[in-house]
């Protein structure tokens, strides 16, 4: 029996997983390379190129508005579409028109500022805050931490697989190693409740999950 062939958005799943890019990654590009078929009426990408990617983004630019950084986005994801997954090469440079990057200072709390924030914020919450604030991560990072990547005998948090797809250190703040301890203890016992109700299991990369069979139950 001749199997079929994966589907268009299957195959641009399986080039970004087999380049280890972050889901948000997968999701944003398969969402564009979506956006982009249904836009020219279903054709398949094959029997287009540089200038229907230009049409499609000139109109996010001049129809929807969309930001400069989502227009940079579609653009990232329709180049890996066709260089990785269709294997065709492009022509450059595309022409389009550009969505207008503003041009602004940031607004940057002071140190009372964001206390006053944090002051505003309880439970779970505020400890994300205490963290995004005290240890410089980002929010993605914060969301991410396991047990595993703290050490609160040198007060230290290691961000794994951060920008670049590489590993920091960075500060554990004092401020937060009590609610973090307090924060841990109910997450385990809530751990443990879900493995007696047959769930609480999580994924891990890379095919470690048939290497080591209990891991991803293990606190």
Same mark, same amino acid.
């Given at each position: 029996?001749?199997? /079929?062939?994966?589907?268009?958005?299957?195959?641009?799943?399986? =080039?970004?997983?087999?380049?280890?890019?972050?889901?948000?990654?997968?999701?944003?590009?398969?969402?564009? =390379?979506?956006?982009? *078929?249904?836009?020219?009426?279903?054709?398949?990408? !094959?029997? $287009?190129?540089?200038?229907? *990617?230009?049409?499609?983004?000139?109109?996010?630019?001049?129809?929807? +508005? %969309?930001?400069?950084? /989502?227009? +940079?986005?579609?653009?990232?994801?329709?180049?890996?579409?066709?260089?990785? %997954?269709?294997? !065709?090469?492009?022509?450059?440079?595309? #022409?389009?028109?550009? &969505?207008?990057?503003?041009?602004?200072?940031?607004?940057?709390?002071?140190?009372?500022?964001?206390? @006053?924030? *944090?002051?505003?914020?309880?439970?779970?919450?505020?400890?994300?805050? @205490?963290?995004?604030?005290?240890?410089?991560?980002?929010?993605?990072?914060?969301?991410?931490?396991?047990?595993?990547?703290?050490?609160?005998?040198?007060?230290?948090? *290691? %961000?794994?697989? =951060?920008?670049?797809?590489?590993?920091?250190?960075?500060?554990?703040?004092?401020?937060?190693?009590?609610?973090?301890?307090?924060?841990?203890? $109910?997450? !385990? @016992?809530?751990?443990? @409740?879900?493995?007696?109700?047959?769930?609480?299991?999580?994924?891990?990369?890379?095919?470690?999950? /048939? !290497?080591?069979?209990? &891991?991803?139950? #293990?606190?």
């Amino acid at each position: 029996m001749t199997q /079929r062939p994966k589907r268009l958005l299957d195959q641009v799943r399986d =080039a970004i997983r087999l380049k280890h890019y972050a889901y948000s990654t997968e999701k944003a590009y398969v969402y564009w =390379a979506k956006r982009f *078929i249904l836009y020219h009426n279903k054709r398949h990408p !094959k029997e $287009m190129g540089e200038n229907e *990617i230009g049409e499609f983004l000139t109109h996010l630019a001049v129809e929807e +508005n %969309v930001a400069a950084s /989502r227009q +940079n986005q579609a653009l990232s994801a329709l180049l890996f579409l066709y260089r990785e %997954v269709l294997r !065709k090469d492009l022509d450059l440079p595309i #022409e389009l028109v550009w &969505a207008k990057r503003p041009k602004h200072l940031p607004t940057v709390l002071t140190k009372q500022e964001a206390r @006053q924030v *944090i002051a505003q914020l309880t439970g779970v919450h505020r400890l994300i805050a @205490q963290l995004l604030y005290g240890g410089g991560l980002r929010l993605m990072e914060c969301m991410r931490l396991r047990v595993k990547d703290l050490d609160f005998g040198h007060h230290q948090i *290691i %961000v794994r697989d =951060a920008k670049g797809g590489k590993d920091r250190l960075t500060i554990l703040p004092d401020s937060v190693i009590g609610p973090l301890r307090a924060q841990l203890a $109910m997450a !385990k @016992q809530l751990h443990e @409740q879900d493995l007696s109700n047959g769930y609480g299991t999580v994924y891990l990369p890379y095919a470690l999950e /048939r !290497k080591y069979t209990q &891991a991803n139950k #293990e606190w």
